[in-house]
Structure formats: structure tokens, C-alpha cells
């Protein structure tokens, strides 16, 4: 069965250092990949998603994943941390499934800012 | 345009009682999905609708659970008897089409609590 897996539950980063939230798919075939993000007591917005075009994906709020299947990865980047990115990310990988497609979602990372 | 709009926001019910939750997608939006997050772990698939037919059930965690969708339109996901274990948030979420590079946009969740 797919599965992603995210290194890391909790991440702290300083105002204006970079982001990295770690992403690895498990896959036998080429899969969709997506980044979502939950702000405080709302529902998930997508950031971002990866489907087999550039493998270098950028999404909105200044994030981008790269997507490198040597290392079954998709990672989540962004150069400089804003107070208002802390929020929990979820990356989600989805296959074909009776012809349908649907999200497997990993267990998320709560992305911690400080001043 | 509305988004996907989940009712109730939250719900604390008892142990035993009954509880529905109500899921209006985007309109036009034939792909209807249903996810659990249980405190600290994952967002898990419950079931995916197109239209009115159950597409996909075997996130479904037991016959406690019932989804309907009567006419392709709103959803509800009834919950009975409630058990403890039944606590988390209930997102729903809707597409247009269910290929792979469709979003599938989430509402905001039904926070449901089982004491």
C-alpha cells in the first residue's frame, strides 16, 4: 500500500531561517504528491502538488518541494521563515485506486516559528 | 464561490448517544470524500463518494459508521453508537474530477469529543 512517511513531528525554526519539512514516498510506480497545510482551527489548504511535470514545484506563501525519486523524496522548502507559516503541513501521496485517485496523508509536521 | 462548509464545527456528545455530521461540497464538485484524524496521528481515507455511489468504503472503521448521499449533493456521516475512540476531526472534502492531478479542497473540519 502507498505510504508517506514525515521525519519529524515537531520543527522550530528562527524568523527568517529556512524551512525544511522532510517528505518520503513508498512507491512502486510514478506517484502524485502534495503538500497541505492546516492553520490553527481551519481545514487543510493545499500549498502545493506534484504531478509528473517540473520536478521542482512551486506553491503559494513562498514554499516549494522538490520532487527526486532516487531518494523518494518530495521535501518542503521555504529560504526564510515568517511568523505566520507555524502551522501543522501535511504531505500526501495518492494512486490510482478503482479509478479514482486518492490521498494518503503522513502524520504531519507542527512547523514552530520563533522571533 | 463557498468552499466545502462542515456542520457541526464541534460536537461534545456521550458515550452511546448519536451523532450526524453534515458536509456541503462545492458546487459541481461530483467527488466527495470523507477523512478522520484521530488526536496525534494521521489523517485517515474513510470513504469517497462520486455522485451518490459509494466509490470507495475501506477506510470505513466499522458499521457504526454510515455515509450517505442521497441525490449527489450534501453528505452526512453518522456516527452510532458514539464510542471514545471516535474522537478527532471529521474533514470532508470535495473535487471535480477524481483524476490524479485533481485538488481535492477540504472544508474545515467537524471537531467531534465522545466522553
Known amino acids: 500500500a502507498q505510504s508517506v512517511t514525515q521525519l519529524g513531528s515537531h520543527v522550530s525554526v528562527s524568523e527568517g531561517a529556512l524551512v525544511l519539512l522532510r517528505c518520503n514516498y513508498s512507491?512502486?510506480?510514478?506517484?502524485?504528491l502534495f503538500w497541505y497545510v492546516q492553520y490553527p482551527n481551519q481545514g487543510l489548504q493545499l500549498l502545493l502538488k506534484y504531478t509528473s511535470a517540473a520536478t521542482l514545484v512551486k506553491g503559494i506563501n513562498g514554499f516549494e518541494a522538490e520532487f527526486k525519486k532516487s531518494e523518494t523524496s518530495f521535501h518542503l522548502t521555504k529560504p526564510s521563515a515568517h511568523m505566520s507559516d507555524a502551522a501543522e503541513y501535511f504531505c500526501?501521496?495518492?494512486?490510482?485506486?478503482?479509478?479514482?485517485?486518492?490521498?494518503?496523508f503522513g502524520r504531519g509536521t507542527s512547523l514552530i516559528v520563533h522571533p | 464561490e463557498a468552499g466545502v462548509t462542515q456542520f457541526p464545527s464541534h460536537s461534545v456528545i456521550e458515550k452511546g448517544q448519536t451523532v450526524t455530521l453534515r458536509c456541503d461540497p462545492i458546487?459541481?464538485?461530483?467527488?466527495l470524500y470523507w477523512y478522520r484524524r484521530v488526536m496525534g496521528k494521521e489523517i485517515k481515507f474513510l470513504l469517497h463518494?462520486?455522485?451518490?455511489?459509494?466509490?470507495?468504503e475501506s477506510g470505513m472503521p466499522n458499521n457504526r459508521f454510515l455515509a450517505e448521499r442521497t441525490g449527489g449533493t450534501y453528505s452526512t456521516l453518522k456516527v452510532q453508537p458514539a464510542e471514545l475512540e471516535d474522537s478527532g476531526v471529521y474533514f470532508c472534502?470535495?473535487?471535480?474530477?477524481?483524476?490524479?492531478?485533481?485538488?481535492?479542497?477540504f472544508g474545515e473540519g467537524s471537531w467531534l469529543t465522545v466522553v
Open positions: 458546487s459541481g464538485h461530483d467527488n
Open positions: 512507491s512502486s510506480v510514478p506517484p502524485y
Open positions: 463518494f462520486v455522485k451518490e455511489s459509494k466509490q470507495d
Open positions: 500526501a501521496v495518492s494512486y490510482a485506486s478503482g479509478g479514482s485517485y486518492i490521498p494518503t
Open positions: 472534502a470535495s473535487s471535480q474530477g477524481a483524476s490524479s492531478g485533481n485538488t481535492i479542497y
